[in-house]
């Protein structure tokens, strides 16, 4: 972890998010207790802060000072407003291409994603605030950097901003293998998200149930799946292909 994008000690954390900090994930000690550290918990719960609980010898080689039982990670970028994003797309003219990441955990994995989205020309990566991978010093560095490009969002929930870009007249289109439809027959030349799921589990069975249409890629080989940040790269590439294929 960079030191620089780093707070240890509990009441640093809590004056850290009451001061508006953009906080991407805290790391608590697991059997750590106390009034201190129930008030944290408020304040992380109250302002919908993604965490999770360790051990503390994963706190003790993030940091070598007393950290009380209490990491947290400040994320090097400031995350946007999803209504104030998709606005601004609509109002420039230009055809959306949003990308959805429903709970992507791994950081490299993440910031591979960031990179293809930037070539590809992704308006908005949408992430949901709890359970998704943070943004920290490895999603900067395999995202080559293209983390400060691409505008990304942090909602409470990834079916409330399904609903959002319905509504604002944006198909929604799922990566996933349960379904018939190839990536291949379904179009991407319309205002649209593209929805990639977990690499354990894809995409949450309660939002495969609201998008617009679902679509797989073609497999060949005796391996049932895609690493996920191929997966997507083959998906926004063939946007790419269907809207560019006149020039």
Known sequence: MDKE????????????????KEIDKVFLQSDAHG???????????????NFSYVPAEKLNRLTPNNHQGAVATIAP??????????????????TPLFLILDQLSDARNFGAIIRTA??????????QKTGSAPV????????????????ICKVDHIKDAIFYLQG??????????????SLYTTSLKEPVAIIMGSEDRGINPSVLKIVDEKAKLPLFGTIGSLNVSVACGAFLYEAVRQRHADE
């Not at 994008?5 to 508006?20: D, H, K, L, P, S």
């Not at 970028?77 to 230009?94: A, Q, Y």
């Open 5 to 20: 994008n780093q707070i240890f000690g509990i009441r640093a954390i809590i004056e850290a998010v009451n001061a508006g």
């Open 35 to 49: 009034e201190l550290m129930t008030e944290l918990l408020k304040t992380l719960k109250k302002n919908s802060v």
């Open 77 to 94: 970028i400031r995350f946007v407003k999803l209504e104030t994003l998709v606005d601004s797309v609509i109002e420039s003219g230009k």
């Open 118 to 127: 930037e070539c590809t020309g992704v308006d908005g990566i949408i992430v």
């Open 136 to 151: 920290n010093g490895d999603t900067v560095k395999t995202s080559a950097g293209a983390v400060f490009n691409v505008p």
């Open 168 to 181: 604002s007249g944006i198909k929604t289109v799922a990566a996933t293998e349960k379904t018939e439809d």
